[in-house]
């Protein structure tokens, strides 16, 4: 018995095959199959085969789906498809190049830039370039949340930290000042968004800045452990522990005997968790400086402008 015509894409796995419901002719869905909900809409008008995972990657392609070849996803979405941590927002978010490209869809929110730039993309989905997904977010991010994302985008090779700021150097782009600031901030070798957000806290508030990814040797020259933040003249250091620490047997052994040697080469260890970063910054300040003093650092004062980017209990 031969296959209907059109059965191939009427009964296609849960993978992403995404269709405008006004094409579901040319792709061979029947108003029947549509009827009875074999398709779940993304989008207004865009639809995806039950069951298939709705991700940011998939409303990504659904947008561009309806807002034509020549726009790109931008913004909070462009970072995700990075890779980069970016807060959540409820929309997608796509780049065209002039006012008469945008669309109303309900969901997505439509940017304009003149100079946009083409050529990038994720997994096959258009993107802004890295460079312009920092310097777009650095004009509607808070400082540290932008200073995350660029911390990100080195992280994972998407591009250095000098180029990244000569990036920020060059562009006429709205939030130009913004971008340069915090790109000012950007690091190589921040690996989490908390280690981020700790190191800032402490440059807020004027302390010394700590060095990253710190690596502890052996009498033979081997690197035993490594330090997320530390300042190694000092034998002072501070490691952000998740709760997989205490969760995790087996990476709690391990901490247990890096705090032994720790101990044994004179290293004065800081622990802080995440209520220290969002919740009790002050008191986590506090316990730095007095690390600090305690190793011969003075600390006179501390910058108050630390209080305008973390907003936990001040006492």
């Not at 509607?140 to 150097?169: F, N």
């Not at 989490?192 to 009498?219: F, H, I, K, N």
Request: glycine residues 6%.
């Amino acid at each position: 018995m031969s296959a209907e015509p059109g059965a191939a894409f009427r009964r296609p796995a849960p993978d992403h095959h995404l269709f405008r419901s006004r094409d579901a002719d040319a792709v061979g869905v029947t108003e029947r199959d549509l009827r009875h909900h074999r398709y779940t809409a993304v989008l207004r008008g865009v639809r995806v085969p039950e069951g298939a995972e709705v991700d940011t990657w998939l409303r990504a392609r659904a947008a561009l789906l309806v807002a034509g070849p020549l726009a790109v996803v931008s913004h909070h979405t462009a970072a995700r498809l990075w890779g980069a941590v970016v807060p959540d927002t409820p929309t997608t978010h796509v780049m065209v190049a002039t006012a008469n490209e945008r669309h109303r869809l309900e969901g997505t929110t439509f940017h304009v830039c003149t100079t946009l730039e083409r050529g990038h993309h994720v997994r096959g989905v258009a993107v802004t370039s890295p460079e312009q997904t920092f310097i777009d977010l650095a004009r509607v991010l808070p400082l540290v949340d932008a200073v995350v994302v660029g911390d990100c985008l080195v992280r994972l090779g998407h591009v250095t930290v000098e180029g990244l700021r000569e990036a920020c150097r060059r562009t006429r782009l709205k939030g130009a000042t913004a971008a340069r600031r915090a790109a000012e901030y950007v690091r190589a070798g921040a690996e989490s968004p908390m280690e981020t957000r700790v190191r800032m806290l402490l440059v807020l508030a004027g302390l010394p800045e700590p060095l990253l990814q710190v690596e502890l040797r052996d009498d033979d020259g081997v690197t035993t452990y490594r330090l997320d933040l530390a300042y190694p003249g000092l034998l002072l250091a501070l490691e952000y522990d998740g709760r997989q620490h205490a969760e995790d047997d087996a990476q709690w052994s391990h901490d247990v005997v890096r705090r032994e040697f720790l101990d044994r080469h004179g290293w004065r260890l800081i622990v802080i968790r995440a209520a220290d970063v969002y919740t009790h910054p002050a008191q986590t300040l506090r316990r730095v400086v007095e690390a600090l003093e305690s190793r011969g650092v003075r600390v006179r004062r501390l910058d108050p402008r630390w209080q305008r980017h973390f907003q936990g209990r001040t006492s």
